[in-house]
């Protein structure tokens, strides 16, 4: 038996996007291509105008809510791991955990096995399947969060001092900012696992995804637009809005309002504090540095590709574990709209 | 170390100061003794330990944490306390925390050799806010927007008392205060601080707006010469003696010479001078006295310091403070007389009868040693901090410059 390619002989980065040579397609394509696999419904993946398009069910449900008829002009289903071969490359999808519908990208070629990961996390998340690991040759792997200083508190912690807030400040809403996809949706379910069953408020670009969410199957409870509640009844309320919304005259229909934002950046005090936030609650749907550290260990890849955020910090570490490492000079990825 | 953890971190992003002071409140009617009264220390700054350095904790990282790594978070992060809390190694919540008195405790009677191994221990048993909040605590810099008189404010809230009788209270107290949150509690007794020579917090006057002028009436104030020194509060009893500032900080170890001769019974609100055969030195002189820890003679004998006394407080242990302006005048000058005291004056009052009167007055005042003028209710009562109304300042060129933008 010959040996393994060497995975940059068919899988390499050019101006679209990671582009899969014997497959002639992109995965997450930066530009609009003929071919597509699309990792997950966030919009630096998935991107407008490709004409095939292979991704799960639920991400091109979400494609489809946002984009319409420019989400592609075919769009293919395929449900986790129901293999499907493209000119010689077996694709498969495999859960990644980091919102409903995403999936990891697994590739092999004769013997060689590329797993691109696209944004995940670890951590349990009650609207999304769970990370799946799956050994490989080369894992390609994010870094939004690729410093050893983003180390995550457990995110029930974090819905405890919301909670705690809300307690002691009963007159004043609390407009937590949200990103519209994942973000918005997971912040729900764990307010009802935590127990409040109050109805929550939401900003209208909200709502279409929380829709697609209880249609997919993941109970949300009681929703309410904010637009039409008084000020009275904002008092001592929940409101989730996008960030964009919190920063601008928007939230000034609140009474009082205590600004918090869900997110990974929360982590560190000077982000949170340029964003205005006086409650920061630390709530990713990326993997942390130990995630990010652990999984690589798991996968147990002897090349490590990052790209996505602070890749620096994660090749020097995965150099020093005695992986060949790189950054993939990917463009487009900065600052996820899901961090 | 959770429960002062979690108050630091909601006052770092709380931006309004009445929030503030409700955490503040929230905090100390939650938080057991002794914690709570040493977390109100380190608020107001009365806590400090000189055996532990940021070197220390930036050391304990660099043998933990690959240094490429580190450096590229402390660029990412900004700040070296913050850094090091979240990139410390080990679960994010472990077990048995120590409570914020373990920490305080086992550091006061700590050596300089033994705060590495104590720090690092700690460090090992906190989550990451937790360990934002010790190294800021440790290394004396817990700047979350808290001024001791916003603390004082949230105790008063507490304990539903005026924030007047906190501050009364304050210089005879010490962390951890137990006696104070017992009180505020109604758990105890106020405390029975030894007040013999305890700060009184100082009225204080308002700049006058000379608009309002003509709504006051001059038979009502008594005028006296602002004298460009700083103020103090003179305390004398029982052989007890102490020179405060305004602020309350003790200074009399810069003038041994006002402390010697301030053999008598009495707390005095007065101008601190240097005064050389009668006449006031330009203020930096006295300056030159202010910035020492000790004096030398030499020093003493050519930048001799006075005071010049504006009002009496208490004369043995009786409070004056509630006697209107013109009776404790009148004490003070009875005082006065009978003690002959060494390295004081009276500051006289003047005599006018209308505002324009005083207003020539003023403009005449050429000493480089008057910086304006005093107005003060001869009905007020000596109330802590700057009320409203009874005391106005009235500083010379304040009037030529508006009648130049006029
Ligand atoms: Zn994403
Ligand atoms: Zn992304």
Not at chain 1, 35 to 56: E, F, I, M, S
Not at chain 1, 90 to 108: D, F
Not at chain 2, 255 to 278: K, Q, T, Y
Request: charged content about 25%; overall charge negative.
């Amino acid at each position: 038996m010959p040996a393994a390619p060497r995975p940059e002989s068919w899988i390499r980065v050019v101006p679209e996007g990671l582009y899969v040579a014997p497959g002639g397609f992109f995965v997450d394509p930066v530009r609009p291509v003929e071919r597509a696999v699309v990792t997950h419904g966030h919009a630096d993946h998935a991107r407008p105008d490709n004409r095939h398009v292979l991704a799960t069910p639920e991400t091109l449900a979400i494609m489809r809510a946002r984009y319409g008829e420019a989400a592609g002009s075919a769009l293919q289903p395929m449900s986790f791991d129901e293999p499907l071969t493209i000119g010689g490359v077996t694709v498969r999808l495999v859960p990644a955990g980091h919102v409903l519908g995403s999936a990891q990208v697994v590739l092999e070629y004769r013997g060689s096995r590329v797993v691109v990961s696209g944004d995940y996390k670890r951590g349990a998340d009650p609207t999304c399947r769970p990370f799946e690991p799956v050994a490989c040759d080369v894992f390609v792997t994010e870094a939004t969060f690729g410093l050893p200083v983003f180390r995550n508190p457990a995110p029930e912690h974090e819905i405890g001092r919301l909670l705690s807030s809300l307690a002691l400040f009963p007159e004043r809403s609390h407009l937590v900012g949200v990103y519209a996809l994942g973000k918005c949706q997971r912040v729900i379910a764990l307010l009802r696992q935590a127990g409040y069953a109050a109805p929550l408020y939401l900003h209208g670009a909200l709502q279409a995804l929380c829709d697609l969410y209880e249609t997919q199957g993941v109970a949300l409870g009681a929703l309410r637009p904010v637009a039409g509640a008084s000020k009275a009844e904002l008092a001592g309320k929940i409101v989730l809005a996008p960030p964009s919304a919190v920063a601008d005259r928007w939230s000034r229909r609140m009474p009082d309002p205590v600004i918090a934002a869900a997110s990974g950046w929360m982590r560190v005090r000077q982000r949170a504090r340029q964003r205005g936030v006086e409650l920061p609650l630390i709530i990713s749907d990326h993997a942390d540095w130990d995630e990010l550290t652990a999984t690589i260990e798991e996968v147990d890849a002897p090349e490590i590709w990052v790209t996505h955020g602070r890749e620096e910090a994660l090749v020097h570490h995965a150099t020093l574990r005695g992986r060949r490492a790189r950054a993939l000079a990917l463009v487009g990825f900065e600052e996820d709209e899901g961090a | 170390m959770r429960r002062f953890a979690e108050l630091i971190e909601s006052l770092v992003f709380m931006p309004s100061r009445n929030g503030k002071i409700r955490l503040l409140t929230a905090y100390f009617a939650a938080a057991p003794d002794p914690d709570r009264g040493w977390a109100l220390a380190a608020l107001t700054g009365g806590l400090s330990f000189p055996t532990a350095k940021a070197g220390a904790i930036r050391g304990l990282a660099a043998e933990r944490v690959d240094e490429t790594l580190f450096a590229l978070s402390y660029d990412f992060v900004g700040d070296l306390a913050e850094t090091v809390s979240l990139i410390w190694p080990g679960a994010e919540a472990a077990a048995d925390p120590p409570s914020l008195s373990d920490v305080v405790d086992a550091l006061f009677s700590a050596g300089r050799s033994e705060v590495p191994g104590l720090l690092a221990g700690w460090l090992a048993r906190l989550a990451a806010s937790e360990r934002f909040a010790l190294i800021k605590l440790i290394t004396g810099g817990l700047r979350v927007g808290v001024s001791a008189r916003l603390a004082k404010t949230a105790l008063a809230s507490l304990g539903n008392v005026d924030v007047a009788e906190i501050e009364e209270l304050w210089h005879g107290l010490e962390p951890p205060y137990s006696d104070l949150f017992a009180w505020l509690e109604g758990a105890g007794d106020r405390p029975a601080i030894d007040d013999r020579a305890v700060f009184r917090p100082l009225m204080l006057a308002n700049p006058l707006d000379e608009a309002e002028l003509s709504g006051l009436e001059p038979a009502d104030f008594r005028a006296e010469w602002k004298w460009d020194g700083i103020r103090v509060q003179l305390v004398a009893r029982d052989g007890r003696r102490r020179l405060y500032s305004r602020t309350g900080d003790d200074i009399g170890g810069a003038f041994p010479d006002i402390l010697e001769a301030a053999d008598f019974g009495a707390v005095l609100d007065g101008e601190l001078l240097v005064v050389r055969d009668g006449e006031i030195a330009p203020f930096n002189h006295l300056q030159q006295r202010l910035n020492r820890k000790t004096v030398t003679a030499r020093m003493l004998a050519e930048h001799p310091a006075e005071i010049r006394l504006y009002d009496i407080l208490f004369e043995g242990a009786e409070d004056l403070r509630g006697l209107p302006f013109d009776q404790r005048r009148a004490r003070l000058e009875d005082w006065f007389a009978r003690t002959r005291p060494a390295r004081a004056e009276l500051s006289p009052l003047i005599d006018f009868a209308a505002w324009e009167e005083l207003a020539a007055l003023r403009e005449g005042a050429r000493a480089r040693a008057i910086e304006g003028l005093m107005l003060k209710r001869g009905d007020s009562p000596y109330l802590a901090g700057r009320p409203k109304g009874p005391w106005f300042k009235w500083k010379r060129g304040a009037l030529t410059l508006d009648t130049v933008l006029m």
